[in-house]
DNA sequence: CATCCGCGTTGACGGATGTCAAAAACACAA
DNA sequence: TTGTGTTTTTGACATCCGTCAACGCGGATG
């Protein structure tokens, strides 16, 4: 039995819309695999020699500077499809945040079965601009928005992203939410430094906009005042 | 005659690949369009209604806060693809910086004409994907970068991006050129303010670096100390 | 040639955010 | 529980960059 029949992303990956001999095939190309939180899958700038399909979990896009500085550049969450295929080399590092599992295959193999089959690189293709579109509003928020719009936006999306994941069904954002980042995650997704982050969190809890439960459980009061504060 | 046989850019452009007779009947749903330098092509927001080849000259894209602060999120130049297939809305603005010519055609045109051709599909998912890998890296300037490194890069990936364009046959980055952009839309681009901007121009020149021969020359002086500067 | 106007430059200043350091909170194991 | 190491918070301070304002340059126009 293909595994693919129990696959739990199988109708939102870009394997929807696959028929069941065309699953069967891409099925033989790929496998399971395990990645434990803070696990690399891929390198930057390395040979793009793998490409995945997120089951479960969530992994962190990041290119680096060479004197160590981090840029997250993506997020990918379940049914996310993430590496570089038709490419040499990956322009991003990918690591898992929380235990991710994830449908891997070899970046030749898929790019062979995609340019046979039309309808995933179809799928591939509304995927790759519709992060396209993401990425670009996120360019907007780190070179035009300050400390407190940034903090306030990525609760707001971070409320909506993991709303479609939990295990609530989606109905609408999530009040309260648990983050698969540190603070220092936080901050290399904003552009901006832990310290800032921890003080912005802080005044927001302060101004009684936002509940702070645990360190990574976080709780939007009100969320009419952040949306003002994300400009 | 289709108006195809004679453009310069139809074997750089997604329409490459297409044999004669798919280059007739993508022909009969474009049509040539000239944009003067400042006019707009495409709104932010609105109704994605049409997707464009760039045969000629420079434009931008951007996304705009409410209150007027501006981010250029990408720069397209000849061959390049601009609009937003298959989705609803654009997520950016386009708007020509020099006068340029485009191939347009409807949204809905476009998304049937490319459903119904893979490798016009697959060289657009190629174009998204490097464009992707290409914003991605912006991101990292944007919000890990100081001013005088953005600077140094984005003069780099001017003389780069230039080169190709230029009549010069692209024999390695242009050691000068003339830059698209206005102080305050190089501003725009690297997330800084038109007096920054202003200051680490001079800065470089001051140190031998670059030259300004006028408003909108540059030539690098010392591409080494650029390569440094940019980190 | 004189005037105007847009764009770019320069200067003075302040504030938001980064840096450095220490304390506090938390996680985990013994 | 206690101890240990990590993460987060908080504070003091520095600095880069933004803001505001004045000025200069160059091109267009009459």
């Given at each position: 039995m293909s595994s693919c029949d129990t696959c739990v992303v199988r109708n939102r990956?870009?394997?929807?819309?696959?028929?069941?001999?065309?699953?069967?095939?891409?099925?033989?190309?790929?496998?399971?695999?395990?990645?434990?939180?803070?696990?690399?899958?891929?390198?930057?700038?390395?040979?793009?020699?793998?490409?995945?399909?997120?089951i479960e979990g969530v992994l962190k896009l990041t290119t680096s500077t060479e004197d160590g500085r981090e840029q997250i550049v993506g997020v990918a969450y379940p049914s996310d499809f993430i590496g570089r295929p038709f490419g040499q080399t990956s322009s991003a590092s990918v690591v898992a945040l929380t235990d991710a599992r994830?449908?891997?295959?070899?970046?030749n193999d898929f790019d062979r079965f995609a340019r046979e089959h039309p309808e995933l690189e179809h799928k591939l293709l509304e995927r790759t601009l519709a992060e396209l579109d993401r990425t670009r509003s996120w360019m907007m928020l780190l070179g035009r928005k300050n400390a407190s719009e940034?903090?306030?936006?990525?609760?707001?999306?971070?409320?909506?992203?993991?709303?479609?994941?939990?295990?609530?069904?989606?109905?609408?954002?999530?009040?309260?939410?648990?983050?698969?980042?540190?603070?220092?995650?936080?901050?290399?997704?904003?552009?901006?430094?832990?310290?800032?982050?921890?003080?912005?969190?802080?005044?927001?809890?302060?101004?009684?906009?936002?509940?702070?439960?645990?360190?990574?459980?976080?709780?939007?009061?009100?969320?009419?005042a952040l949306v003002a504060l994300a400009g």
């Open positions: 990956a870009i394997c929807s819309g696959l028929d069941n001999r065309e699953i069967e095939a891409l099925n033989q190309i790929g496998r399971r695999r395990q990645v434990t939180a803070g696990e690399p899958l891929i390198w930057e700038d390395d040979d793009s020699l793998l490409v995945a399909n997120v994830v449908c891997v295959f070899s970046r940034k903090i306030a936006t990525f609760l707001l999306e971070m409320s909506d992203r993991l709303a479609e994941t939990g295990c609530t069904p989606a109905f609408g954002p999530a009040k309260r939410f648990s983050l698969p980042f540190s603070r220092q995650q936080v901050a290399d997704v904003l552009g901006l430094t832990i310290e800032t982050v921890s003080r912005q969190f802080t005044k927001l809890k302060n101004e009684g906009v936002i509940e702070l439960p645990s360190r990574r459980e976080v709780e939007i009061v009100n969320r009419g």
